[in-house]
């Protein structure tokens, strides 16, 4: 290894520094070429297109029908989890048969932020975007010039979007600029609470192991005396199952941000009002919250918090959901109910019911996330779509009340019937959905397992009476479910300077959480807790505040609120 | 006038002598085209995704936003690196790092013992089962052994079983779960996943030396402790101190993906490093120039501990990078 001569010392010397540089070369790189190569080749398709020889679009007629060529478009879905491909079951087939479109969807592989960041930076995006209204991306690419509008799109090519669109959906996503780039799926508007509020559920829910409960007499738990007696009892009579140590609550997973069953969710519970006289509440400073947090850390003390629940990610909560290994849990139901299909079909009597979970101090019902007008998804047309006619044709038909049936039914004859001179799944079909829905999915591919502009309050018409185990927990949510569409998208951009600072209170949070519950006294928990209110106040909560309240009120005027 | 006859052959001269270097040099370049080719593309991959992607560096100077260009960005100076060095996340950031890194840097002689011993090993069948077994773990991410090793962490765990049965503790500890159990975690699951791999690049040094030497040590007497202290480490010194140099800038380098799998709200205090706490930050909440800025911050530190080290090992065993 003697490096005599110069040259190979001055190699070593490069390969050295670019060893230590290259850990810091990140970030996009110039990207004004590709986006001006993108521009063009926009305004290069859309020359070709008015040149096209459109015959006048009819506001009546489904645009989507006049133009059946086989097309694929590059769909990007920014969910890592979802598992399923285009034109696997007959219900995709049938459609892209039916239209024309098939569909490539893009998925990213790790970490959604990054791989949507990337897409964002590079300038082209895929032909339709999908993602949560939530996200950072939404405004993104909205303000860089990414998307169609789709207003324009649809007073261009296909006036019939307008027909299926619901007006209030467009008017909440109306930008500033008075275009809609996006629509949602899950969404229901004031109007639609008034027409099906009754059958609204939420997927928030307090549950216990049936069995368990009722060995320890079904006992009350709203209360925290009642609540922590409960755990105890539960621990006390039941220290294993299997051979593993009983975990007497569940939580939802900790991440950087905080822990969703300890925040809004435990609001919920509490009954906790998200504004008064018509300012936003700081949710967290309120009295109720505090003293069940103070309950959380007294039954920590007692030994009723098992470590798990602060280290376990949803892998392996699913797994010890699926041994039944928790008594209680502050859980979303849908996201356990594949667990809970496999705990029903093993012993009936050993799976999760719906309870009644912590309450205020005046017993007040739980004020649950009910559907919101800002729904679950949006779902946005890039600029470099392929053939923008297509594209805001084929969103149309989905939107469309035939569209949602094809993907909610699937085909006739496959996987529904009209039985009984009503439309519905036919029982074998059924039957697969409650038992695998993943086997489902594949087999039959309907009942939404494309779900990007599934719109419920259509399909509830052919929806089937829910099954046991899910109909107990679905039902206990009714009547306690509210509309909270005025409060979303309400918070900054997560860089901006109220994002930043919204920021590093998540990241308090997230570590303030724990230690609270951890705390080794009460004394030691309200140091812990007035240190995290100031040091709130110290990072900038009141700009926030501020920055939410102003969308808060926008959002009233835009629902007619006011 | 008299002068320029005796001047004009020696400027003759200093002109002839470089063109004729450089026709050698052209020359020389000519016969090994086929090798400059090759080595033509190595460098161009290092262009391309070393030295052209360091242009993004500079974001760290810049408000960086990803619907806009870098060069339309509006310049921040030093911002962002002030604003690191005062975030109260800092302090624990920087302990955690360097607390981490210069305990894994103490079990840089780790291997070189296991390769020495190995070498040792006289049956050879033997020998390879041993390297084999040692460096099988090298091959699962760390994704895959995160899973193992929070299962066989855990309060139920193997781990707890065995401490249990040879009564180091009373009742089980969910080492995850504790902060102070961390660093000990990364450090020793480090050692167990990396030995065996880490000591190949030895062994191939210890092939390289000539036989010659151990037959002229034993004649002159040396015994097999002394073989090794005498003709074994110091004919390996100069790839120990490579290895080594290479170790000491890599201290800020904690392992991503080890800290990613094995971290959790509980043990934060103790896991939070600085590469994980730029993923934080850049990735998951967007802030790209603050995070490259981290990120240059631990390189600058990084290529200063390089040249330290490089200095010192020149001054005190002759070898050296560059």
């Known amino acids: 290894m003697g490096m005599k001569s110069k040259s190979k010392k001055m190699m070593m ?43 006048t679009p009819s506001a009546d007629e489904p645009g989507w029908k006049s133009d059946t060529s086989p097309i694929t478009f590059d769909w990007y879905l920014n969910f890592a989890w979802f598992p399923n491909k285009w034109g696997v079951d007959p219900t995709s087939q049938y459609v892209t048969k039916k239209t024309g479109v098939d569909i490539n969807f893009i998925v990213p592989a790790g970490n959604e932020n990054e791989k949507l960041n990337t897409l964002i930076a590079s300038g082209k995006l895929p032909d339709f975007i999908t993602l949560g209204w939530y996200e950072d991306g939404v405004k993104k690419m909205i303000e ?14 296909d006036p019939y979007f307008f027909k299926v669109a619901d007006p209030d959906k467009l008017g909440w996503y109306t930008q500033e600029d008075g275009n809609i780039y996006g629509y949602p799926n899950s969404s229901s508007s004031p109007k639609d609470y008034e027409q099906y509020g009754d059958t609204y559920v939420s997927n928030q829910t307090f549950v216990v192991r049936k069995d368990i409960y009722e060995a320890i007499g079904s006992p009350d738990m709203r209360t925290p005396e009642g609540f922590v007696a409960a755990l105890k009892a539960a621990q006390e009579k039941f220290p294993e199952i299997n051979g593993q140590p009983l975990i007497p609550l569940g939580l939802h997973e900790f991440t950087a941000t905080g822990n969703d069953s300890l925040e809004g969710y435990l609001q919920n519970f509490l009954a906790i009002p998200r504004q008064k006289d018509g300012k936003l509440y700081n949710r967290e400073t309120d009295p109720e919250y505090v003293t069940w947090l103070k309950t959380l850390r007294q039954a920590n003390q007692e030994g009723l918090l098992a470590k798990d629940i602060f280290i376990d990610k949803r892998a392996q909560m699913e797994e010890k959901i699926a041994q039944g290994r928790y008594f209680a849990m502050l859980y979303q139901r849908t996201d356990f109910a594949a667990q809970l299909g496999t705990l029903y079909q093993q012993d009936p009597n050993k799976i999760y019911i719906a309870v009644d979970g912590p309450a205020n101090s005046k017993m007040d019902p739980p004020t649950l996330n009910g559907p919101s007008i800002s729904g679950w998804t949006v779902t946005l047309i890039s600029k470099d779509v392929k053939d923008k006619a297509r594209a805001i044709k084929f969103l149309s038909y989905l939107m469309s009340e035939e569209g949602q049936k094809d993907l909610y039914l699937g085909e006739k004859g496959v996987s529904y019937d009209t039985i009984d001179g009503k439309d519905q799944f036919k029982p074998e079909a059924f039957d697969l959905m409650n038992k695998d829905r993943a086997a489902f999915d594949k087999q039959y591919g309907s009942s939404f397992t494309f779900w990007m502009m599934q ?38 951009l997560a860089n901006s300077d109220e994002g930043i600072i919204l920021g590093k209170i998540k990241d308090l949070r997230s570590k303030t959480l724990p230690k609270l519950l951890m705390a080794p006294s009460e004394a030691e928990f309200d140091k812990i807790w007035a240190d995290y209110i100031k040091k709130q106040e110290d990072l900038g909560l009141a700009k926030v505040q501020a920055f939410q309240q102003t969308k808060y009120e926008e959002n009233k005027k835009k629902l007619g609120m006011q | 006038m008299e002068m320029q006859p005796s001047t004009q052959p020696a400027a003759m001269q200093e002109i002839e002598t470089p063109p004729s270097s450089r026709r050698k040099w052209l020359k020389k370049l000519y016969t090994q085209r086929h090798i400059q080719i090759m080595a033509l593309l190595g460098i161009a991959w290092m ?105 066989w ?25 504790e902060p102070k159990y961390f660093w000990t975690i990364i450090i020793t699951s480090d050692i167990w996943k990396e030995l065996g791999w880490s000591a190949i690049i030895y062994l191939a040094a210890i092939t390289s030396i000539s036989p ?56 934060d205090s103790a896991s939070n490093v600085i590469d994980y706490y730029v993923y934080y930050t850049g990735i998951s909440s967007g802030r790209y120039s603050f995070s490259t800025a981290i990120g240059l911050f631990k390189s600058v530190i990084a290529l200063i501990l390089l040249l330290i080290a490089n200095q010192v090992s020149k001054k005190l065993n002759d070898t050296s990078l560059f």
């Open chain 1, 13 to 55: 010397l490069l390969m050295a520094a670019i060893m230590v540089l290259s850990l810091a070369a990140c970030g996009g790189g110039n990207n004004n070429a590709t986006k001006e190569s993108a521009n063009n080749k926009a305004a290069n398709t859309n020359t070709q297109e008015t040149t096209e020889p459109a015959a």
């Open chain 2, 153 to 177: 962490l855990s309060d139920v765990g193997i781990i707890n079983d065995i401490f249990m049965a040879l009564h180091i503790i009373d009742k089980p500890i969910s080492f995850l779960a």
């Open chain 2, 47 to 151: 262009v391309i995704f070393n030295y052209i992607p360091m242009y993004g560096v500079i974001i760290a100077f810049k408000d960086y936003d990803i619907i806009r260009t870098i060069a339309e960005a509006p310049w921040a100076g030093l911002t962002h690196f002030k604003e690191f060095l005062q975030d109260e996340n800092f302090v624990n950031v920087m302990k955690n790092t360097l607390g981490i890194s210069l305990l894994k840097l103490l079990t840089f002689p780790l291997p070189i013992a296991f390769a020495l011993f190995l070498n040792e090993v006289r049956s050879l069948r033997y020998k390879k089962a041993i390297q084999t077994i040692s460096y099988l773990p090298h091959f699962l991410s760390w994704v895959v052994l995160g899973g193992i090793l929070a299962t």
């Open chain 1, 144 to 157: 860089g010039g990414l998307v169609e509008p789709l207003n324009k799109l649809a007073e261009q090519y």
């Open chain 1, 455 to 492: 719109n419920t309050n259509i399909t509830q018409q052919w929806q089937p009476e829910s099954v046991e185990p899910y109909k107990q927990l679905e039902d206990w949510t009714r009547g306690k479910t509210i509309s909270v569409s005025e409060f979303d998208l309400i918070d900054p």
């Open chain 2, 212 to 267: 010659e030497m151990y037959e002229a040590a034993t004649i002159d007497g040396a015994g097999r402790f002394q073989q090794m202290w005498y003709v074994t480490l110091p004919s390996i010194k100069a790839t120990i101190s490579i290895l080594f140099i290479l170790a000491v800038s890599g201290v800020l380098n904690s392992n991503f993906d080890q800290i990613l799998v094995l971290r959790n709200s509980l043990n």
